[in-house]
């Protein structure tokens, strides 16, 4: 597949030449092939010098398809209370309504106005934001604040310090004790438990800033890469069955700064509506026509497929070039798991291009932690741009794309993000090369496998646990991004401040990262927890539960049956 400058030239075909003209994607074969993907996967690595042990990934393999078959209550998206919406609505009227009466107040003298305010002198200028989200952040968030923004003191594993800190202005300005809160941690993206100040991925990275120090002071088009970050691109790529991979010093920019080298004002990209900041970004940048389907929808996917090759135009009348779809392997916000074998063949039937974003996913699923591509036994060649950062199952930070060696080369060329941005320090780099090792086995031992196991068992002890409580629970059973819908925006706060009273950090998110009446709590599931510390967190998770009735399942299980570990 070659991207071009300005979309495909004459001659260029929309599917690279040598791809499965097959759309079925199976965990246990794939057609037209007498060995599993599993076996031909263990006889390539160990010709590499890799361990994989082949009857652990068919045992994951059988646990992810047996979870695959969900029974009605283990719905990814339960339905919300018609009640429960109609309040949440409600709460947030009110709220409105007490942010305008306080601008009222504010605007008369009655009341101090805390935030910046324009000179009376530049009224008459542009305005630098908008009035709305001004009033949003005076009247609403900074009545939660206080659960947001804590700084913390500590490595941030399975348990983390937060700095304890005061105010005397209800979230306006805070100010620290000097003194330190243990608790344990549901909120990093700390997946596979890789985020440690001590071991061999924490002494290797200190080899390399004693080595090479910490930055090269340079872009990588001036004075080059560092030899970290040239050996983990090609690791990359060998981990992710592709030809080539581009690394970055940063997970956001990989996307927002990506896309445009791929589309461009004579191409369509096809979004899913629940996609990251990041890719709506990078997607605004590029120009192209942008057509939203459902979330995780095939059936309107489809549908946005079929119209526009139907048209065959852009709104501007321009000959469509060049239709690329973008999905996520795990969505942050729902912890949801993409149809990737349905996008496949959706994606060869319309002959279109398909962009991936593994942020949360690699890693973190599939029998060997390559990701939603693993997950579902697919062939990685089947996904024209795979996409995945390093600050989430590789205790690190940055970000890469990976696949055809012409693709890269495009993007070596034409990507702003590595033009003109530094590229990644040398520790960071050998921090995600260790852990990257320790995945696939190369360190000669098991323990990445074994990562993997223990986070898919907690992820699902932790969600069974949660929907045998009584608690609407959204996505899917294999994903270790756990959102438990709390509905009304006030609870937000209530829940932050009283799981952190019982020694348990977790992330509470509402609008506008949500939908209005989507309110939620969000765990992220380790494989650095152990049973006992998500029994605390569940405990704790039970108690708040009752304290603010948010148990609104229709049908919760019987709490005396016990729960598998």
């Keep these: 597949m070659t991207w071009g400058d300005k979309g495909m030239q004459n001659g260029d075909t929309v599917i690279a030449n040598g791809y499965s003209t097959s759309a079925t994607c199976t965990i246990c074969r794939l057609p037209n092939s007498r060995k599993s993907p599993l076996d031909e996967l263990a006889e390539r690595e160990s010709k590499n010098g890799l361990r994989v042990n082949v009857d652990v990934i068919k045992e994951e393999a059988e646990l992810k398809s047996s979870a695959v078959s969900q029974s ?32 009222f107040l504010r605007r008369v003298g009655m009341e101090e106005n805390k935030s910046a305010v ?50 005397a202005d209800y979230g306006w300005n805070f100010q620290y004790t000097g003194e330190k809160t243990e608790i344990i941690n549901v909120s990093s993206y700390n997946y596979l438990g890789f985020a440690q100040s001590e071991g061999p991925c924490a002494d290797s990275a200190v080899s390399a800033i004693s080595a090479h120090g910490l930055s090269t002071c340079s872009t990588v088009q001036e004075q080059g890469p560092s030899q970290e970050q040239v050996n983990l691109e090609r690791l990359t790529a060998r981990f992710l069955g592709v030809e080539d991979a ?40 590029s120009g192209a026509e942008i057509k939203v389907f459902k979330h995780n929808d095939m059936a309107d996917l489809e549908r946005v497929l079929q119209q526009a090759i139907t048209s065959g135009v852009t709104k501007s009348r321009r000959p469509l070039k060049k239709i690329l779809i973008i999905v996520e392997g795990i969505y942050s916000m729902e912890g949801s798991i993409c149809n990737l074998p349905a996008i496949i063949a959706l994606k060869k039937k319309y002959r279109a291009y398909l962009y991936l974003d593994e942020a949360h996913s690699i890693g973190a699923l599939g029998p060997t932690g390559r990701g939603v591509v693993d997950y579902w036994g697919c062939n990685p060649k089947d996904i024209d741009i795979l996409m995945g950062t390093f600050t989430k199952s590789f205790g690190a930070a940055g970000g890469y794309i990976a696949g055809l060696k012409k693709t890269i080369d495009h993007l070596r060329r034409t990507s702003s993000a590595s033009t003109y941005a530094s590229p990644m320090s ?103 927890h152990d049973k006992d510390m998500l029994d605390q967190v569940l405990q704790a998770v039970s108690e708040v539960g009752d304290l603010s009735s948010t148990k609104f399942a229709k049908s919760a299980k019987n709490l005396i049956d016990v729960v598998e570990y």
């Design 246 to 285: 581009m690394c970055f010093s940063m997970g956001f920019a990989t996307n927002a700064m990506n896309t445009a080298c791929l589309v461009d004002k004579d191409s369509l990209i096809i979004s899913d509506e629940l996609n990251h900041a990041s890719l709506i970004l990078g997607s605004r940048l």
């Design 118 to 167: 324009e000179h009376p002198k530049q009224r008459d200028f542009a305005r630098l934001y908008s009035s709305f989200d001004s009033l949003f952040a005076r009247n609403m968030y900074m009545r939660v604040r206080d659960v947001f923004e804590r700084a913390i003191g500590s490595t941030p594993g399975a348990r983390v310090n937060v700095l304890d800190r005061t105010t």
């Design 426 to 528: 040398p520790p960071v780099a050998q921090q995600v090369y260790s852990s990257m090792s320790i995945i696939m086995g190369a360190d000669g031992s098991d323990e990445g496998q074994e990562r993997i196991r223990r986070l898919a068992r907690n992820t699902r002890y932790f969600r069974r646990r949660l929907k045998q409580m009584g608690f609407i629970v959204y996505g899917s059973n294999d994903s270790p991004v756990v959102p438990v819908l709390l509905y009304a925006p006030t609870i937000c706060g209530f829940w932050g401040r009283e799981m952190f009273k019982r020694s348990v950090g977790v992330v509470v998110v509402s609008f506008p990262a949500t939908a209005l009446t989507r309110s939620r709590v969000r765990f992220c599931i380790s494989a650095a």
């Design 72 to 103: 009605p209550e283990d719905n990814e998206f339960p339905d919300s209370p018609y009640g429960i919406t109609v309040f949440t609505i409600f709460n947030w009227l009110v709220l409105l309504l007490f942010a305008y009466f306080r601008e």
